[in-house]
């Protein structure tokens, strides 16, 4: 089976790295820029669960070419160049699997290529790329699940199980992916409004009882705006993702802080952005959620 990984950054990298090491025929779709550090320097993957070093294939928008797999592992500001990318790529038969955070890149990419080639994908990994390329997985978790949107268990998910399985990365079969997509969109969403709103890891932020109280409401807030979208959330929701929360260790940071600390674009309006909006069309009152929202605009607002 080929596959396509579109971008070897932290995430869709450091699984295709994995994939290679088992002996899957993967490819990369890169910037020329990536694709000459990676011709000079090798695919290289730091990580407590072993190295990885290959040189991987790599294509880039004006190569040619078919694959049965795609996976879209960029961030959501590049989602819509990415879909441009990838479009020469794809067959009636191609499997497209985001690897995003949030939600409402789902019915952007059933619009670009058809609601049946688009299955649910989501990843829980600390991994960033270092100035050399080299992509630095620094915890215990690297999960990738993904699964029919649907719940089904159809023949090619079955195929593409069979593909994925045995890797050193812990990649599995969820059918319950839509589901598992909307608890993860609510946790990385309140764990990376936190975390910026007061730029500090969260172990510090647990500490004081008022920012306890901030994280507690913040769930509450998305997960309001959820059950009014008819999320299928659960309905112990807050006390199961508070308890994510403070099982996190107390240094860990989020994704979108280690971006506004290096001063890098961030998802803001993906995943911040999308609620409010929801909130604003059910008429749900959000005040924390509205406050990290501005809080990161600012930010925005200051790199440019």
């Known amino acids: 089976m080929k596959i396509l990984i579109v971008g070897a950054g932290a995430v869709g990298g450091y699984f295709g790295a994995r994939l290679i090491e088992k002996g899957e025929d993967v490819t990369f779709l890169v910037r020329e820029k990536r694709k000459q550090q990676l011709l000079e320097d090798g695919l290289v993957v730091e990580s407590k669960h072993g190295n990885v070093s290959a040189i991987p294939q790599l294509i880039t928008a004006a190569d040619q070419g078919s694959f049965d797999v795609v996976l879209i592992g960029t961030k959501a500001y590049h989602l819509d160049q990415a879909i441009d990318s990838v479009k020469p790529f794809v067959h009636s038969g191609t499997v497209i699997i985001p690897m995003l955070n949030g939600i409402a890149h789902i019915e952007q990419l059933q619009q670009a290529f058809s609601k049946e080639q688009v299955m649910g994908g989501l990843c829980f990994i600390e991994s960033t790329v270092t100035a050399d390329g080299i992509i630095q997985q620094t915890s215990g978790i690297h999960h990738f699940l993904f699964g029919e949107l649907d719940g089904q268990e159809t023949e ?56 306890q109280e901030v994280i507690k409401t913040l769930i509450s807030e998305i997960s309001q705006v959820m059950r009014a979208e008819g999320a299928p959330i659960a309905e112990d929701v807050e006390v199961e993702q508070y308890g994510r929360f403070i099982a996190l260790d107390y240094g860990m940071k989020s994704s979108m802080q280690r971006d506004m600390e290096k001063g890098a674009p961030v998802e803001v309006d993906h995943l911040q952005g999308y609620l409010l909006k929801k909130a604003q069309h059910h008429k749900i009152e959000t005040p924390v959620l509205k406050s990290i929202y501005v809080n990161v605009k600012l930010y925005e607002k200051s790199r440019s």
């Open 156 to 211: 090619r998910l079955k195929r593409l199980e069979q593909v994925f399985s045995g890797t050193k990365g812990k990649i599995k079969v969820s059918n319950s992916i839509l589901s598992e997509l909307w608890h993860k969109y609510l946790f990385i969403t309140a764990m990376s409004g936190v975390t910026t709103l007061f730029q500090q890891p969260v172990g510090p932020i647990l500490e004081f009882e008022e920012g």
